[in-house]
């Protein structure tokens, strides 16, 4: 298991407040290239997040007791990886490395009476939707293939270890990873948010999940 290090100005959290600001001011939270601005006006709230080349707008009525937090959770549809760089593995062979997946940056309320009420989820650009045969409406995305513990760069994303494993006679070729991740599954490690590494053997067809 990987050392923990000391906090960075990028490094990552699972939970991070949104303070409700006086009336003309504003609260803001850095999540890479992207910001959130909350201000106040008269009897509501703008929240307006951008990463320098898109920016969305959400108005919020809040009551007068409560609390607003960002956090950040794994996407709630199947997540299917496409690896940017060819990959083979011949017969008998493992291979290590990381990939990193975006995490959704959710608005969350609570009230402290009922239970934590999802207000907004930012998606981020890099997971499109599609239909999967087998497991339905899905999200895909890119990524690369990384052979080192990454770099942090504050972005919004969940660093994935992976364990692959070519249990067939010939060289397999997998064109994408269908990972299985919940929010229990996220921890706060060396400034990033990591999961536990995923062990994948390939059947000849498809990865499955197993020792490897």
Request: glycine letters at 8%; hydrophobic letters at 40%.
């Amino acid at each position: 298991m990987l050392a923990a290090s000391e906090e960075s100005p990028t490094a990552l959290q699972r939970s991070m407040p949104l303070p409700r600001p006086s009336h003309g001011a504003a609260s803001r939270v850095q999540l890479g290239r992207a910001e959130l601005v909350l201000e106040r006006s008269r009897g509501s709230y703008s929240l307006l997040w951008s990463d320098g080349r898109e920016a969305r707008r959400y108005v919020l009525g809040l009551s007068a007791s409560g609390q607003l937090s960002v956090e950040l959770r794994v996407p709630r549809l199947p997540l299917h990886v496409v690896p940017r760089e060819l990959i083979t593995i011949v017969a008998g062979a493992r291979l290590r490395g990381f990939l990193c997946v975006p995490l959704v940056p959710t608005v969350v309320w609570r009230d402290g009476v009922g239970q934590p009420q999802t207000l907004i989820e930012l998606q981020p650009p890099a997971l499109q939707g599609h239909w999967h045969e087998e497991t339905g409406h899905a999200l895909r995305c890119a990524a690369s293939w990384i052979t080192r513990f990454p770099f942090q760069s504050g972005e919004p994303q969940v660093v994935v270890p992976m364990r692959i494993y070519n249990d067939c006679s010939e060289p397999a070729c997998p064109g994408e990873f269908e990972l299985n991740i919940t929010d229990d599954d996220l921890i706060e490690l060396r400034g990033a948010i990591i999961v536990r590494p995923k062990r994948l053997r390939w059947s000849g067809s498809r990865m499955q999940e197993g020792n490897a």
